[in-house]
C-alpha cells in the first residue's frame, strides 16, 4: 500500500517536471519562431532597401544613357548632311569647246525669268545652256515683275552682273543690253519646249536663218532631267552656283540676317511652309481650308490670265503629291524627325494663308515660332522684296 503510494508520487513529480520542460521548450521554441521572423524582417526590409538603390541606380544610368543618346541624336540633326559620295561638278571635260568671244555675236536671246527668285535662277541657268548649244550671245535677263510679288528689282539689282558675265566668258557671251540697232527689228517669240533634250534645241538653231533675236517669254525649260550631255549639265552647275552671286548690298544684308537670327540661341530652323495665298490659288490646294478659303482661291485662280489650269480636283492633286504641307503636318513631321518643342523656328515666307487659325497646331507643338522674320524682304506692301527695301529692312530688322 506504502510501495503504491510512493510509486504514485513519483508519477506525479515526473510528469510535473514534464510538463514543466514542455513549457520551457515552448517558450524557447516561440522565442525562437519570433528571432527568425524578426531576422526575416530585417533581411526583407535590408533587401528591399538594396534593391531599391540598385534599380535607382539602374534608372539613373538608363537616364543618363537616353540623355546621351538624346544628346547624340539631335547633334546629329544639326549636322551637315552626309554627301553619300557625291561631290561638285562643274569642272569641264577634256572634250568641251570653250566658245570664242566672237561667236554668237550676231544673234541674240533675250529672256524674261518667271517665277520666285528659286525659280528665276534654275530658269536663268537654263538660258545660259540655251544659249550655249545654240550659239547666242545672251542678253541679261529681264526679271518677273508681273507675278504675285509686284517686285520691281532688275537683275543687277539681285545679282552681281559683271561676276555673272566675267565668270561665263568661256560658255557663252554675255551682253548686258540689245544692241541699239537691233531693237527694232522682228524677232521670233519662242516658248521652248520644258524637258527637251540636245536634238531639240538643235533644231531651233534653224530660226536664226530668219532672225537675229529670239524671245524668250518663260525661262523655266527645265533641263535638269533630260540626258544631256555632262559638260551641259556642268554648265547649269557653274551658272547657278558660281556666276548667279547675289549683289553686294543682299550678300551684306544677308549676312547680317542670319548673325541677327543666330544671335538668339544659336541653332534654328528657317521653315519655309509654301503656304502663302498664291501657291495654295496656283496648286489648287485646299485640304484643311474652310468652304470660304476655298473659294476665295478659286477666284483667284480664275482671274489670274497667265495660269492656264482653272478647275483642279483638291483631293487629287493632293493624293498626287502636288499640294503642300500645312502647317499641323509640317509640325508633326519636324516632331518626327526629332526636333524638341524648344527649337527655334523662323518662318520664312511671306503672309500664311489664314494666319493664326491655321498655324495654331504648329504653335502648339513648336511655342518658339517666330513669325514675319522678314516680312520687309518679302514685303506686301507694293515694295521690292529684294532693293528698294534694304534700308527700310536693314532699319526695322537690324538696329
Known amino acids: 500500500m506504502v510501495k503504491y503510494r510512493g510509486s504514485s508520487l513519483m508519477r506525479t513529480s515526473s510528469t510535473t517536471k514534464f510538463l514543466s520542460r514542455m513549457k520551457s521548450l515552448k517558450k524557447i521554441a516561440l522565442h525562437v519562431v519570433v528571432l527568425l521572423a524578426f531576422s526575416i524582417l530585417v533581411f526583407v526590409f535590408k533587401t528591399q532597401s538594396i534593391l531599391e538603390e540598385v534599380l535607382l541606380l539602374s534608372r539613373s544610368q538608363e537616364s543618363e544613357s537616353e540623355s546621351q543618346h538624346l544628346q547624340a541624336s539631335v547633334g546629329k540633326l544639326w549636322d551637315a548632311p552626309f554627301s553619300n559620295g557625291l561631290h561638285p561638278c562643274i569642272k ?22 518667271n517665277g520666285g527668285l528659286n525659280q528665276m535662277r534654275a530658269g536663268i541657268s537654263d538660258m545660259v545652256a540655251v544659249a550655249h548649244i545654240m550659239n547666242a550671245t545672251l542678253v541679261i535677263p529681264q526679271m518677273d515683275k508681273r507675278s504675285f510679288w509686284q517686285d520691281s528689282s532688275t537683275f543687277s539689282d539681285i545679282f552681281d552682273e559683271l561676276h555673272f558675265i566675267t565668270t561665263l566668258q568661256g560658255d557663252v557671251r554675255i551682253v548686258k543690253e540689245l544692241p541699239k540697232d537691233l531693237e527694232s527689228i522682228p524677232r521670233v517669240r519662242k516658248h521652248f519646249t520644258s524637258w527637251s533634250g540636245m536634238g531639240y534645241y538643235k533644231e531651233m538653231t534653224q530660226l536664226w536663218k530668219d532672225y537675229q533675236v529670239i524671245h524668250v517669254p518663260k525661262s523655266d525649260s527645265r533641263l535638269a532631267n533630260n540626258d544631256l550631255p555632262p559638260d551641259i549639265q556642268r554648265l ?151 532693293s528698294n527695301v534694304l534700308k527700310s529692312t536693314t532699319r526695322c530688322l537690324l538696329s
Open 92 to 113: 569641264l571635260s577634256a572634250k568641251y569647246e570653250v566658245m570664242p568671244s566672237a561667236l554668237g555675236s550676231n544673234r541674240f536671246l533675250t529672256v524674261r525669268s
Open 236 to 386: 547649269r552647275c557653274r551658272a547657278m552656283y558660281h556666276a548667279l552671286r547675289f549683289s553686294a548690298p543682299i550678300e551684306s544684308l544677308g549676312k547680317k540676317l542670319v548673325e541677327r537670327l543666330r544671335s538668339h540661341r544659336g541653332r534654328y530652323i528657317a521653315l519655309h511652309l509654301r503656304y502663302e495665298k498664291d501657291m495654295l490659288a496656283f496648286t489648287g490646294c485646299t485640304y484643311g481650308l474652310t468652304d470660304s478659303e476655298s473659294e476665295e482661291l478659286r477666284i483667284m485662280r480664275k482671274n489670274t490670265n497667265h495660269w492656264k489650269v482653272k478647275q483642279i480636283n483638291s483631293t487629287e492633286q493632293r493624293r498626287g503629291g502636288f499640294c503642300p504641307l500645312t502647317p499641323k503636318e509640317a509640325a508633326i513631321f519636324l516632331q518626327a524627325l526629332g526636333y524638341p518643342p524648344s527649337t527655334l523656328i523662323y518662318i520664312a515666307a511671306g503672309d500664311i494663308y489664314g494666319g493664326d487659325a491655321h498655324l495654331l497646331e504648329l504653335m502648339s507643338r513648336f511655342p518658339n515660332l517666330v513669325l514675319k522674320v522678314d516680312q520687309f524682304v518679302y514685303g506686301s506692301m507694293g515694295v521690292s522684296k529684294y
